[in-house]
């Protein structure tokens, strides 16, 4: 109805100003054509004196001029006239009637150009219309000719009449002219406006309908009955529209329910449905992307960078920190940090059941409440954990930091995208861990949980290349179980197993992080210290030499066992310019030991691998 308002409204106005623009017109055009008209009839006055008084003059009764003169005058219209003489012909027949002078300027003016002069006098009870009209000599061949009685040139002006006209009716016709025609506009306007009212309204209607109809759908609503009361080519039009948003809404409506089973409702939010949906589709299209690419990804660390640029990319994250935590070990371990230091306890890294986010499996956000998670160091700084599991043994957090509050109002929108990233990852993760599990398992002793061969293969070149790098030192000791043979023999191999399982907890708990310890093959294993000395190397053999020594093994009934063990030891690179160089020196002095007396340690001598009777 608005509409339908302010089309009646801007008609008005267009046919006012066409009856204002008329009437403006129409009283100039009248003005000028009453003005015209009188100055029309003064000539014709003018004329008819000027015949007169050459009449006057032929038949010498010049002095019953003023009788014509008045006569004249006595019009209606003429409210006033004179005669003004020149000079030539006052010289020659003297000034006249008093009345006949010059009476002012404009008398002056025209009798000295010798054209005609007009003026306008208005007030508010009448309109004066003032004309002076100079009388020029002529010459024929007629008794009346100018020249036969004044002493004057041809064209010289003998004399002027100056008549005013009393044109008040003008203004009074005028305005009785523009009433009529602003009547009869005013008529026309209404006319008009109910032709609009009553033929344009319907289609107006139609439009209000089409409109709401549109709003509607505009909010994901296309339910909407488009109704009109206009025929013919409109009819069809609400028809085809009436048939196209059923069908919007049989295969739209469900759109969005749809999609938010691949992206979770509330990653994105709009009052526009179809633009909700296309940002929910790039979302996907994004994520399926990404998910494409870290499906190539051949470890679990890279599927993580992945992640992190995702964070600091396209989610401008400035202050982040990204943690890996181990579930059965209970341990936390940071992936990456950027920005600010870590807002967490050093205590978290060894029992993550302190973190607040991990333990409940609830996004922590500190302007829920005050001190939130007691396990943070975090001072004035807002922050948000969230916490995402992999699997049994393996879950993710996510801990963003900022100083400013309204910036975390802003990234809390961000937490459902980003955990459809995450969510995405998470198959891709899982099965990289798996693959490194079983990579691991298939590189490690099943019953020491020791590595194995293979893995002291696969490892061996990147250790020398690193030793080389860094100039790294290793002491090598190849370990074996005296007369283990006779253990399997005469106590059967669950005992034997015993041992071996005994010997790998003594070796880990004689060496270091840094250090490897290897089930080389049967009861022989390999034990390689990182940058030790010849002492400490020396000293790291006693002991577990004095450890397995004095271990009891109960072989059943009663009876108990005590075994020893021999162990050689070289140094790389000192005694050999490759690892397994100097793993087979080690082997040279565990047989030496071996062929020695056994149940003892011996360090590698070149002069070993010379002399026989030192094997």
Known sequence: ??????????????????????????????????????????????????????????????????????????????????????????????????????????????????????????????????????????????????????????????????????????????????????????????????????????????????????????????????????????????????????????????????????????????????????????????????????????????????????????????????YEIHNIKGTRALIYSQGADSICMASVDEDANICRAHRTKTDVISSEFSNLCQSCNAGDLNYICLPFSINDGNSLVLSILSNETNKMHNIQTLIPSIKNYLEAAKPVIESRILMDTLRDTSLRDGMTGLHNRRFLEEIIEKIMSQSERNKDTYSIMMLDVDWFKSVNDTYGHDVGDMVIVEIGKLLKANIRDADLAIRYGGEEFVVMLHNASKEGALLVAKKIHSAFGSLIFNVGSGETIQKTMSIGIAQYPSDGDTIWKCIKYADTALYVAKTTGRNKIVEYKPEMSEKDELR
């Open 1 to 322: 109805m608005r509409t339908k308002s302010r089309l009646l409204l801007i008609v008005t106005f267009m046919l006012l100003g066409l009856t204002i623009a008329t009437i403006v017109n129409i009283s100039l055009n009248f003005r000028e054509y009453s003005i015209n008209s009188a100055i029309d009839k003064s000539k014709m006055a003018a004329d008819i004196v000027k015949d007169g008084l050459t009449s006057h003059m032929v038949n010498g009764i010049m002095d019953k001029r003023k009788y014509f003169l008045n006569q004249i005058s006595s019009n209606n219209d003429v409210t006033f006239l004179r005669l003004s003489r020149s000079d030539a012909v006052i010289k020659q027949y003297g000034k006249g009637y008093e009345e006949e002078g010059l009476r002012d300027e404009i008398d002056k003016k025209v009798l000295k150009t010798g054209t005609m002069a007009q003026q306008i006098t208005e007030t508010s009870k009448n309109i004066i219309l003032r004309v002076t009209i100079p009388y020029k000599a002529t010459e024929d061949n007629t008794k009346a000719s100018c020249l036969n009685c004044h002493d004057v040139k041809k064209g010289e002006t003998l004399g002027a009449i100056s008549m005013e006209f009393d044109i008040s009716h003008m203004r009074t016709s005028g305005m009785m002219t523009i009433i009529k025609i602003l009547a009869i506009n005013l008529l026309f306007i209404i006319v008009v406006l109910v032709l609009i009212n009553r033929y344009v309204t319907p289609y107006l209607n139609m439009f209000s309908n089409i409109q709401k109809g549109v709003t509607k759908a505009y909010r994901g609503d296309f339910t909407h009955k488009f109704t009109s009361a206009v025929g013919g080519d409109a009819k069809k039009v609400i028809d085809q529209m009436n048939s196209l948003f059923h069908k919007m809404q049989d295969t739209f409506g469900d759109i969005k329910h749809n999609l938010a089973t691949f992206v979770p409702q509330g990653c994105v939010s709009s009052i526009d449905p179809l633009q909700e949906a296309n940002t929910i589709i790039n979302e996907l299209s994004d994520i399926y992307k990404f998910k494409k690419t870290i499906e190539l990804d051949a470890s679990k660390e890279a599927v993580y960078l992945r992640i992190i640029d995702i964070l600091k990319l396209k989610y401008q994250l400035e202050n982040f920190s990204f």
